[in-house]
């Protein structure tokens, strides 16, 4: 059974920094493409950060560009979004995700593409 646990969400100032782990039981990471998600209350879940399945290739959306960094530790099956100069706008539950089936083009954007999803992290940035 797959699962993704994902941890180090938490109260931070603005400004401030976290970095979120997303550990993998039961798939192996370095076979997938693996996205970090958002969803802020009232809101619909958003992009955030992707790795492609070699890892080489990394995608942010223009809101965290600059700001937030995402790699992955394939000896600990792990995946982590570091997130500096947080703003109180970055406050969500957020979310990883993986997707093994190969796809072209702007794939890793697209949530429905994701194939197996944590149960998420808070994260509330004050001002």
């Known amino acids: 059974q797959v699962q993704l646990r994902e941890s180090g969400g938490g109260l931070v100032q603005t400004g401030g920094s976290l970095r979120l782990s997303c550990a993998a039981s039961?798939?192996?990471?370095?076979?997938?493409?693996m996205g970090w998600f958002r969803q802020a209350p009232g809101r619909e879940r958003e992009f955030v950060a992707a790795l492609s399945w070699s890892g080489e290739s990394q995608y942010y959306a223009d809101s965290v560009k600059g700001r937030f960094t995402v790699s992955r530790d394939n000896a600990r099956n792990t995946v982590y979004l570091s997130m500096n100069g947080l703003k109180t706008e970055d406050t969500a539950v957020y979310y990883c995700?993986?997707?093994?089936?190969?796809?072209?083009?702007?794939?890793?954007?697209?949530?429905?593409?994701?194939?197996?999803w944590g149960q998420g992290t808070q994260v509330t940035v004050s001002a």
């Open positions: 995700a993986a997707l093994d089936t190969y796809h072209s083009g702007s794939y890793y954007s697209k949530a429905h593409l994701y194939e197996y």
């Open positions: 039961g798939h192996t990471i370095s076979n997938s493409a």
